[in-house]
């Protein structure tokens, strides 16, 4: 995914150790919950590929899978798509696919050290922060309005 030159960047990630984690939490349980078989949504998902726009989200995916080399930026729609996939993952932490997430999780890592708690809660701050963060630093109304329409927010400026 290039980046054209008249294409508006909104937001970076800098390849620090917790947003590394941040996007590997992110994508290790859209993949979870996309293709693993032990999930309801992998069968829909498989059913109807044209219902998942599965081309982008892989190049999203793959784009930000590069943190670990370099800073990731979003432009505006790529940054709907994200927000979308971290808002997705944190209702997969609060919401009802949570027991069978961290059930399935500590199966695959019985031998690992795995705080299931700690990251959910790690994660949902983040996102949370992350989110918060933006609207607060985001001086452009219009892209704010923008945004909120999109992402179905709530804001008041």
Same mark, same amino acid.
């Given at each position: 995914?290039? !980046?054209?030159?008249? +294409?508006? *960047?909104?937001?970076?990630? !800098?390849?620090?150790? +917790?947003? *590394?984690?941040?996007?590997?939490?992110?994508?290790?349980?859209?993949?979870?919950?996309?293709?693993?078989e032990r999930f309801r949504s992998s069968h829909f998902i498989n059913e109807n590929p044209e219902e998942i726009r599965m081309e982008y989200y892989s190049n999203i995916r793959e784009k930000c899978l590069r943190i670990e080399e370099a800073e990731v930026v979003f432009t505006i729609n790529e940054f709907i798509f994200f927000a979308k996939t971290v808002d997705f993952v944190a209702k997969c932490l609060i919401g009802e696919p949570k027991d069978k997430l961290e059930k399935v999780l500590a199966s695959d890592f019985k031998n690992k050290d795995f705080d299931f708690e700690g990251n959910n809660k790690w994660y949902l701050k983040k996102s949370t922060n992350l989110i918060q963060d933006f609207r607060e630093s985001c001086k452009n109304e219009k892209l704010l309005n923008h945004l909120s329409d999109a992402l179905n927010w709530e804001i008041e400026i």
């Open positions: 995914m290039e !980046l054209k030159s008249n +294409e508006y *960047i909104i937001l970076r990630l !800098l390849p620090d150790e +917790e947003n *590394i984690s941040f996007i590997h939490q992110t994508f290790v349980i859209t993949e979870y919950v996309f293709f693993d």
